[in-house]
Nanobody, 119 residues
Framework: QLQLAESGGGLVQLGGSLRLSCAASGLTLDDFAIGWFRQAPGKEREGVSCITKGGSTRNANFVKGRFAISRDNAKNTVYLLMNSLKPEDTAKYYC?????????????WGQGTQVTVSS
């Protein structure tokens, strides 16, 4: 069974950067597309970025070149590098896995990591 664990969140100032990690255990990540999602208090969960098994990526419009998703299959880890952070990026960030691709069903989720951006 695939298990995911996020790390790398924290408190950062406006314009700062963070790199989130999504580490897998139980199965190998290269069999899955991995997505990053976020949920702020009182708001619905939204997709941020996704990377396919083959390494193709897609990002939400609000990312606007600020974030980059990547994967290191040797380390069984997917990363989300976030630059130029804004207070509206404050949320709990989750990674999830889908065997069918970025348009598939994300069935395995991590516990999330909190990102807080201060102004």
């Amino acid at each position: 069974q695939l298990q995911l664990a996020e790390s790398g969140g924290g408190l950062v100032q406006l314009g700062g950067s963070l790199r989130l990690s999504c580490a897998a255990s139980g199965l190998t990540l290269d069999d899955f597309a991995i997505g990053w999602f976020r949920q702020a208090p009182g708001k619905e969960r939204e997709g941020v970025s996704c990377i396919t098994k083959g390494g193709s990526t897609r990002n939400a419009n609000f990312v606007k070149g600020r974030f980059a998703i990547s994967r290191d299959n040797a380390k069984n880890t997917v990363y989300l590098l976030m630059n130029s952070l804004k207070p509206e990026d404050t949320a709990k960030y989750y990674c999830a896995a889908a065997s069918e691709g970025c348009d598939g069903i994300f069935g395995s989720w991590g516990q999330g990591t909190q990102v807080t951006v201060s102004s």
